[in-house]
Structures are given as structure tokens and as C-alpha cells.
């Protein structure tokens, strides 16, 4: 049975993949999973400085997720490269290094500084982190920034493209196509919503930012939505993230176009999900007797019109 799937130069073995900020830099679950048999790693955001992230508490659990307010807390390029890089070749999986930044040129110095590194498979640039005052949400939530952003790495990378898209906006399909014009080889999709906790008893929000970027299950509704709205309206991929805890949360977004996922916040109960998951998707291919699990990718059974057949009008 077939599972794997290309973006440009980027092959991975299965459609699964970790999603960035919840699995460190792919290493640290080496001892309770096995990082082979994911499709592939997206490591935490790099940028070009090291961060320390939002003051504490920057974590809340919320009903069926949690907020987080973590900011983008990194090591910075040359760390990543001195440090965590070398680790990451011969994992036996595509590596992702997702990218973020605070001004345009931070986007380019980092992704040049990396370009010609061994062992980086494709880039997830980052412009959609709720958490971080400049730069972040500030590019993802406009056509017009999304497309600067996506315009200003294209000619400076041959690696695939995948720019990670907020949902905290009115028409993510727009700006997806906006990118998609402007040269991104696929879109990931989404980031956290935008949340907030509060302390009744202290009268205080949970998170030391106030407001903080929303994951779990609680979002999946939401993502689904999104990929699926997203996916109607561009012909490069999307990778659909957002709550996926088992197989059948996966297939849901394979069903409404997604060609690969990302497994977030459920890593962190169990580093062992997303490879359950992908070992899941090819069971349940076989149940169903599908051959390649590419025939799930967009097989929604609704019609170009958005109608439903079997459902009365
Ligand atoms: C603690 C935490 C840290 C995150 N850090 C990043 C990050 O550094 N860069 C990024 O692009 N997304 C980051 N995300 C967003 C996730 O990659 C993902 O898009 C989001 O959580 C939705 O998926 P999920 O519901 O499966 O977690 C983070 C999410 C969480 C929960």
C-alpha cells in the first residue's frame, strides 16, 4: 500500500508529520518513539537570535486543549546549526526547519544562514505565531505581508516552500492563494487561535500575555474549516494541522484536501501519537481497500457547489 507523497523535492514516507513547537528540536522524543517511521520532523521556530520566550506562566490547560503563550522561545540560527543540526541528520525522516522572524530581512538572514547546511529537507516559514509583539501574526493576517514574505525567500531557496498560515483572520483562502502566486510550494494550516484563560479567584488571566494561541482537540472543527476552505481554493498542497489525536482525525483532513497533517499538542501527552497515527491511517486504508491514500485526499463527498448529494436540499 502506497502512503508516501512529494512536494517539490521533499519526499516523505507517510502523511504524517510533527508539528512545530511540540516536539523540541526532534530529538528529544527519540527514546519514547520512532522518529523513522513519521513521515517527518518540523522543528520549533528558528530565529535569527536566541529568545527566551514570554515570562511564566506561559502554559494553561483549557477544556479540550490549552493555551500557550511560549513566544517563540529558541535557541537561534547558529545555535541550531552548531548544536541541533548535526543531530538531525540520519534520523531516517524528512527534517523541516520551520522559520520565524520579526522584520522580513530577519526571514531572509535565517534561511540564508541555513541554505546550504546539510540535511534540511524544506522550509515551514512561520507567519502566524500569536505570541510575539513584532513580526508573527503581524505577516500572516494580511495578503499583501504574506505575499512580501513568501516574495522576498522564493528566489533564495530551491528547497520546497510551505508557509504556515493563522486561522485568526476572516478568509485564510486568500491568503493562502496569495503565497501560492507568489511562489510557496504548499501551505500548513493552522496555527493556534487566539485565547484566554482567567483566574476567578485572583481575578487574573492564566498566561502572563493575557491572551495566548489556542491547540488541541478543542480546535479541530476550526482547522478542518480552514484546510478545507483552503484547499478548495489553491492547487499546491496543504498540510492540515490542528487537534489531531487519532487515525480518523487525520483522514477527516486528508477527506477535505489535505495531502499531509501535523500532529501538535497530542505529542505532548504521548510522544508516540503521531507514529500511531500514521501506522493507523494504513490500517485503516486496508479495511477500506485503498491502494494509495492519496485517493482520500479531497474525497469529501460534496459536490463543486458546495452541495452535499443524499442531503435534501
Ligand atoms: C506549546 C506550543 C508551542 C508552539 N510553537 C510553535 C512554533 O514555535 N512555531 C510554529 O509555527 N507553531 C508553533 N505551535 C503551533 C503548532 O505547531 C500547531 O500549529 C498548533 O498547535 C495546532 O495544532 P495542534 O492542535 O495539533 O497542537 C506551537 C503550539 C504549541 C501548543
Not at 492563494?177 to 485565547?195: F, K, P
Not at 484547499?231 to 499531509?260: H, K, N, Q, Y
Not at 474525497?299 to 443524499?310: F, I
Amino acid at each position: 500500500m502506497k502512503t508516501d507523497f512529494r512536494i517539490g523535492s521533499l519526499s516523505c514516507k507517510n502523511r504524517v508529520l510533527t508539528a512545530s513547537g511540540t516536539f523540541g528540536y526532534g530529538l528529544e522524543a527519540a527514546p519514547y518513539t520512532t522518529l523513522a517511521a513519521l513521515g517527518g520532523i518540523v522543528t520549533k521556530s528558528v530565529t535569527k537570535f536566541p529568545r527566551a520566550g514570554n515570562p511564566p506562566p506561559r502554559i494553561a490547560e483549557t477544556t479540550g486543549g490549552m493555551l500557550n503563550s511560549i513566544g517563540l522561545a529558541n535557541v537561534g540560527v547558529e545555535a541550531f546549526a552548531r548544536d541541533k543540526l548535526p543531530l538531525l541528520r540520519g534520523i531516517g525522516t524528512a527534517v523541516i526547519v520551520n522559520i520565524a522572524g520579526s522584520s522580513i530581512d530577519e526571514y531572509i538572514d535565517v534561511l540564508e544562514r541555513l541554505e546550504h547546511e546539510q540535511g534540511i529537507d524544506a522550509w515551514e516559514i512561520n507567519i502566524s505565531c500569536p505570541n510575539v509583539r513584532e513580526g508573527g501574526l503581524h505577516f500572516g493576517a494580511k495578503r499583501e505581508t504574506a505575499a512580501a514574505v513568501t516574495r522576498a525567500l522564493r528566489p533564495r531557496t530551491r528547497k520546497p516552500l510551505i508557509v504556515k498560515l493563522t486561522p485568526n483572520v476572516t478568509q485564510v483562502a486568500e491568503i493562502a492563494a496569495a503565497c501560492a502566486d507568489e511562489g510557496a510550494d504548499a501551505v500548513s494550516l493552522i496555527n493556534t487561535l487566539v485565547g484566554m484563560a482567567v483566574d476567578v479567584r485572583t481575578r487574573r488571566p492564566r498566561l502572563s500575555t493575557v491572551t495566548g494561541g489556542l491547540s488541541g482537540p478543542a480546535v479541530k472543527p476550526v482547522a478542518l474549516a480552514k484546510v478545507y476552505e483552503t484547499a478548495r481554493a489553491v492547487s499546491i498542497p496543504v498540510i492540515g494541522i490542528g487537534g489531531i489525536v487519532t487515525a480518523m482525525d487525520a483522514i477527516e483532513f486528508l477527506l477535505v484536501g489535505a495531502t499531509a497533517v501535523q500532529v501538535g499538542t497530542s505529542s505532548f501527552r504521548d510522544p508516540d501519537t503521531a507514529v500511531s497515527v500514521a501506522r493507523g491511517m494504513e490500517e485503516f486504508c486496508r479495511e477500506q481497500g485503498v491502494e494509495d491514500i492519496k485517493e482520500l485526499v479531497g474525497a469529501l463527498r460534496v459536490d463543486d457547489t458546495g452541495a452535499v448529494p443524499g442531503f435534501i436540499a
